[in-house]
């Protein structure tokens, strides 16, 4: 299939003729403002390529289960079950503003080291390209790159966009 591929917000300046080269988009989202950023971008290309989305959100539990190494294990399970629904609230809200946008988009809440779970997800439905936030929430910070984001160009087998 030929399509024309235009610009979006300047991001892809002299637009030609080409074929569709994504047909599905995994979009790593934290509620960060680069995280968001990163969504709406996703979005566009979708909307520009055709493809669908699944927007993928991490709690990264040995983090949460750390920062609270005196508390007991009943605490810890209330902890982790509340960022969970801080992560399905920080998903739902996000993409309903895209709900009128025409891109298919799944949502997925996930626990686990955030770069290891978001390259599976990306194995598992099959996504020909991750989009994500230059950095996150976490503080974490490299000199450019976050390092969940450092890690998954690291180490994904498929195209990823980083959004700043």
């Not at 569709?20 to 950023?37: R, W």
């Not at 969504?39 to 909307?47: E, F, G, I, P």
């Not at 959100?57 to 983090?63: A, N």
């Not at 920062?67 to 998903?91: C, H, K, P, Y």
């Amino acid at each position: 299939m030929v399509r024309t591929i235009r610009a979006i917000g300047g991001y892809f300046a002299g637009a030609h003729e080409t074929t569709l080269m994504f047909n599905h988009i995994l979009v790593a989202l934290d509620g960060s403002d680069c995280s968001h950023k990163a969504l709406n971008m996703a979005v566009q290309l979708a909307k520009e390529q055709g493809a669908r989305c699944t927007v993928c959100t991490v709690v990264d539990i040995v983090s949460a289960a750390t920062s609270m190494t005196f508390a007991t294990g009943d605490i810890v399970n209330e902890w982790i079950a509340t960022l969970n629904e801080d992560a399905r609230q920080i998903e739902s809200e996000a993409v309903a503003k895209y709900a009128d946008s025409g891109v298919a988009m799944d949502t997925q809440v996930l626990e686990g080291y955030p770069s290891s779970a978001l390259l599976n997800v990306a194995k598992d439905t099959t996504a020909d390209l991750i989009v994500m936030g230059s950095h996150g929430r976490t503080g974490l910070k490299r000199l450019w790159l976050g390092s969940v984001a450092e890690s998954v160009v690291r180490e994904a087998t498929i195209p990823v966009l980083i959004v700043r």
